[in-house]
């Protein structure tokens, strides 16, 4: 019976002896601050990802790191993980380098990618380490309406699982799981792109009737933004008389907003074009006459200012 005893001691004095690592691990908010859609430029930030590990085996080299992410809060739409402001969606990636090179997902959810395998070298008993994770906004979201959006990785969808050595982040067998919590925010504001053409009233001789010219101009505004668009006087500075240059000659034309040369446009109320955007293209016709007038000959010339108000 004493032998027994004994032995038992010593099985519990070994277990107590043993020692393996405990990590923690705390992400940073990812925040992309304002986010130009209708610019269709992609967004990027970057959070850091802090990791301290402590009561390390000792002779231990490295510590692996396997850190999975889920959809998020937003969900995944056509394979993109979706922020949310009110019934609005904005996609964003998560990635580990500075490129799209690198996707990160978990391995619950392989399409979003693989798990972010981060390597922390280890010295003595403890490891500390501050790493990056890369997010994307991706460009052609123009439809995205205004808000500030935001998704929450947390609990499952912020896992890292560790372990002493090396761990297969494929199938990360015998690790233990640290969770982590981050937020990824972003905000669309009103925004408006306006693109113009010349008008082009061509050659003539004696200006005996009236002389027609069109052009347009496009405007893509965020979802929702209303918006109104003035054509000044020029060089007249008085939109009710326009005036083309050539010198010190002069010839007399106006610009409309309707086919039939009826509805000056102008700066005042009344006289401007309004809309309000859906993330696409609309276009705007610009009519243009040159009246009977008598005319000396030269090139003729005014350049007139549009401003779009929003």
Do not use: K
Request: aromatic share 6%; glycine share 14%.
């Amino acid at each position: 019976m004493l032998r027994i005893l004994l032995a038992a001691a010593l099985l519990l004095l070994s277990v107590s002896l043993a020692q393996a690592a405990v990590c923690t691990v705390q992400v940073g908010d990812l925040a992309f601050g304002a986010v130009d859609t209708i610019g269709n430029a992609a967004a990027s930030a970057t959070a850091d990802i802090d990791i301290s590990c402590d009561s390390i085996t000792p002779g231990t080299t490295a510590i692996t790191i396997c850190g999975n992410m889920g959809e998020g809060s937003g969900g995944v739409v056509s394979g993109v993980r979706q922020s949310i402001a009110g019934q609005g969606t904005l996609g964003f990636a998560l990635y580990s380098t500075s490129g799209t090179t690198a996707p990160v997902g978990s391995t619950s959810s392989p399409d979003l990618g693989a798990p972010y395998q981060i390597d922390v070298p280890v010295s003595g008993t403890d490891a500390t380490l501050t790493t990056q994770i890369y997010g994307i906004v991706p460009a052609s979201q123009s439809t995205t309406p205004v808000g500030d959006y935001r998704a929450d990785l947390t609990g499952s969808d912020a896992v890292f699982t560790y372990a002493e050595g090396t761990l297969n982040c494929s199938a990360p067998v015998g690790g233990t799981d640290a969770e982590a919590s981050f937020a990824v925010t972003a905000s669309i504001a009103a925004n408006c792109d306006l693109e113009t053409s010349d008008l082009n009233f061509g050659t003539a001789g004696i200006i005996g009737e009236n002389i027609d010219a069109d052009t347009d101009l496009s405007v893509t505004c965020t979802p929702g933004t209303t918006y109104g668009i003035a054509i000044d006087g020029g060089g007249s500075h008085d939109p009710a008389n326009r005036v083309l240059r050539s010198g010190g000659d002069t010839v007399s034309y106006g610009l409309y907003s309707d086919v039939g040369r009826g509805d000056l446009w102008g700066t005042a109320s009344g006289t401007m074009v309004s809309g309000s955007g859906d993330g696409t293209e609309q276009r705007y016709g610009v009519y243009g006459r040159i009246p009977p007038q008598p005319a000396a000959p030269g090139a003729y010339a005014d350049t007139v200012v549009v401003t779009i108000t929003y």
